[in-house]
């Protein structure tokens, strides 16, 4: 049957045009509007191929709109009443070379109409991972965009007055992080963290760079931070949790504790993947995707989530993850595990076909949490119950090319 894989696979592939050729088209003039405020496990998923961000609804399996974009990242920010979303966008004039223009546009959150277009240098940076690209200050009005020329920059917008503030030089370091009404966070080559703070108008103040706070040459850190209250969580390659405290005057950096034990470094569990740490703000859990691997294998996709208590530091939960390839292969062959003989069918081929792993973890926010995964190729959005770990569904049709995945 391990043979045959491949051969199920394509069948999957060629059975499934036949449901392409036969949908329905949309019906032609209708204009839809979003409910507000957002659904408790909507989901933004970034899609660089398609140059767009795409909204799903986690609970139905479907997707509810959808946001064109320039090159590059798409990552959409969500204003904290929720009325407004800001995204970083670059365009060139002759589609993929000519005159560059970057610009913040801001769409109504119900209609995901553009209302506004704020022009800013195009100096902005387009990485693979996508994480920290931009960031909202915690009052949400001002908008940080990291810039690279390759001298680094900051690039901020007042997205209340709708205007490009100023840019600022950060040389050294790189991406940025939302850390309080008037500070942002960046982390530098030597291990250090940056600290750049603004005035009332959004102009610089000052800078406030720390000393270093991990060794980049031993064990650097990911980029791939979560969020805890006043605590960023930054992890680095052999898994050590380094939090940034960014809820006084100054940078603080608190101990740092494990992710993985001895026993589990003897079976060469990793943290890795293009967006592997989550947190779960009003549990306390924090979500690690995490892989068997050796050394530089930080990029690998994982099978399992180990969960956290995060002020306790210790492991609470192992959650395997479903097979993200199976979503894909349901879909295509027409099967409804609501039917007895598709059940086994997904069975089956569940058995037999590999497992990659997934690339992107992200927990909602609310009461009942879904812990959401992704892969890139093929795209791919699996939902799973973020307390029990127990899978739930697939979300169909998500794209070319899974990118960011971001809550709203």
Known sequence: MRARTPVLVLAALLGSGAGWSAAANDPIGRVATLPAPPGAHWVWLGDMLMRRAAL???????????????????????????REIYLPETYWSRGTRGVRTDVVTVYDATTLAPTAEIPIPPHRANHASGVAAAALSDDGSLLAVFNLTPASSLSIVDVKAREFVAEIPTPGCSLVYGAGARRFLMLCGDGAALAVVLDGQGRELRK???EPFFDPQQDPVTEKAARFRDQWLFVSFDGVVHPVDVGGD????????????????????????????????????????????????????GREAWVYDVEKHTRVQRIVLANPLMGWVRYALGLDDRDRMSRWISWLIDEVLPNPGVDRILVTQDAQPVLVTSTTFPSTLGVHDAMSGKFLRDVSETGVAGGMLVAP
Do not use: C, N
């Open 250 to 301: 100054r940078l603080a950096f608190p101990e740092t504790w494990p992710l993985v034990d001895e026993t589990d470094r003897a079976a060469s569990w990793r943290v890795g993947g293009a967006q592997h740490l989550t947190v779960h703000a009003a549990s306390g859990r924090l979500y690690s995707l995490v892989h068997q691997g050796g050394p530089d294998s930080h990029k690998a996709p």
């Open 208 to 210: 406030d760079r720390s």
């Open 56 to 82: 799903f609804d986690a609970d139905a399996a479907s997707m509810r709109g959808m946001l064109s974009a320039g090159m590059g990242i798409v990552a959409p920010l969500t204003s904290p009443d929720r």
